[in-house]
């Protein structure tokens, strides 16, 4: 297996190359002649660890799920719209929480039920149920919250069998607000964006109702 590139090995390995680090190319010439082919060098290996610190940036901020990545679970239970319970083989099963989606409460302890949590709940049910209860994970950033629950876009086949991403999904529909507070990739979170401008525009569900209704806190 291929190791990683070293990024500061690589910028020496550069400097090598053009010449920074040998100074006795520049000893047959002028002070002045030598001081511009020494500038010249440098700016050579400036511009080629900015470009290359520029790919390790994209890199690490490129999407990371990948098809099959997390598995493949049966849904034991939809907890609420942003929370299910999978099948993983222990006694008490793996809790999920769609990361990035936060819809109105239903089930939190001491709270009242928000408007629109019923919908959310009911929605992720009927995609859940439309799958079979048959969902993928993937894993993009953080892998679990302050809760202990799993983080995950949680992805599941419609009656087409095209597979959609449920976090996406209730976004759009505008029964989930877009929580962006979490570690996940700038590319999702653009997505989410994006989805949650669509439905404040189309005023779907959550954004016919004043603002103070539902909670912005990801529970």
Known sequence: MARKSDPLKMIVDIANAVGLTKRRRFGGRSGRSGKRAAGGSLVAVIVAAILLLLGVFLE???VVPTPGEGGAYTVIRCVDGDTLLLDDGSPKGMRVRLIGANTPETVKPDWPVEPYGPEASAFTKQVVAAGENKVRLAFDGDRVDNFGRTLAL?????TSGKEVMLNELLIREGLATAELGFNYSGATKNLFRQ????AKREKRNIWRAPASTF???AG
Not at 154 to 158: I, L
């Open 60 to 62: 690490r901020n490129a």
């Open 154 to 158: 949680v992805y599941v086949r419609d």
């Open 195 to 198: 989805a949650e401008m669509e």
């Open 215 to 217: 909670s912005t806190e």
